[in-house]
């Protein structure tokens, strides 16, 4: 996202459309340095008109805390909460 281009807003909305709830919850920090990055890229007017729509709508689906996104689809959960491992470094 240094030099950002079309493709790789695109990539990296659409990446964040689908984990942007699961991240949110496990590194907010994270969440937020991204979301300034793409602050940055609006403001400074880098990319072209549809990418800024893509932004926009990105910073929407932020604001409803992905609630139309979903981390993980309820019909894909087939492990129980019990037999979970977690493992955090």
């Known amino acids: 996202m240094e030099n950002p281009t079309p493709d790789?807003?695109?990539?990296a909305t659409d990446f964040m459309l689908e984990s942007g709830q699961v991240l949110?919850?496990?590194?907010?920090a994270g969440v937020n340095a991204i979301f300034e990055r793409f602050r940055t890229i609006?403001?400074?007017?880098?990319?072209?008109?549809?990418c800024q729509?893509?932004?926009?709508?990105?910073?929407?689906?932020?604001?409803s805390k992905f609630k139309d996104y979903p981390g993980v689809i309820s019909e894909l959960d087939l492990v129980q909460e019990e037999d979970?491992?977690?493992h955090e470094i």
């Open 8 to 11: 790789s807003i695109e990539m």
């Open 53 to 63: 729509y893509t932004i926009e709508k990105l910073f929407k689906v932020r604001k």
């Open 84 to 86: 979970k491992i977690t």
């Open 42 to 50: 609006l403001q400074d007017g880098q990319v072209d008109k549809r």
């Open 24 to 28: 949110s919850e496990v590194s907010p």
